[in-house]
């Protein structure tokens, strides 16, 4: 979560939270702001500006660690050409999303059975068989009072279900 640390405030700028934060004998000009873009995901984001040069990646870390928490995960981005803004050519941004998941964080196998799959949502299931082979299939999970559940597979075979992963969404032509 983005913080704002109090004791390097100065006066706001365009309206945005401002900070003048010292690092390594220079003062680092910090805007924050939270906005929300075109696809409604909300941004928590950080600019760091010197008058005569770029922040190093040594500052840029320190703001990183300042601004928000050690395990939250900051971005910083290349835009295409055509989209790039230049406003300030000293300037560097770290943005941070906050109503989603970033893709490459979200787990995609579930041991089980220490995580339960959702119930009746299609699955894929890894096996593991009777001599010690391994085997995915797609299966649907159905509690069960007295045992805990069962997958159901289309298979005639003994095995034991070692992990779950959620199946994407289908694919969508766009009109």
Known sequence: MLRLPKQYRV???????????PCNFVKLAVLASIDTDDNGIKWEHVS???????????E???IKMLFWDPEDEVLQF?????????????????WRPINVDLPWRKKLWHKFPE???????????????ESDSFEVTSGVWKFNKFTGGTFSHPYDWVATPIAWAELPEPYKEKP
């Open 48 to 58: 760091v500006s010197l008058k005569n040069r770029l922040p190093t990646w040594q």
């Open 78 to 94: 290349f835009p295409p050409q055509s989209q790039y803004v230049d406003v300030h050519k000293n300037c560097l941004h770290l």
């Open 115 to 129: 995580e339960t799959p959702p119930e009746g949502v299609p699955i894929l299931v890894t096996w593991k068989g």
């Open 60 to 62: 840029l870390k320190f």
């Open 11 to 21: 006066h706001p700028v365009l309206g945005l939270n401002s900070f003048l934060v």
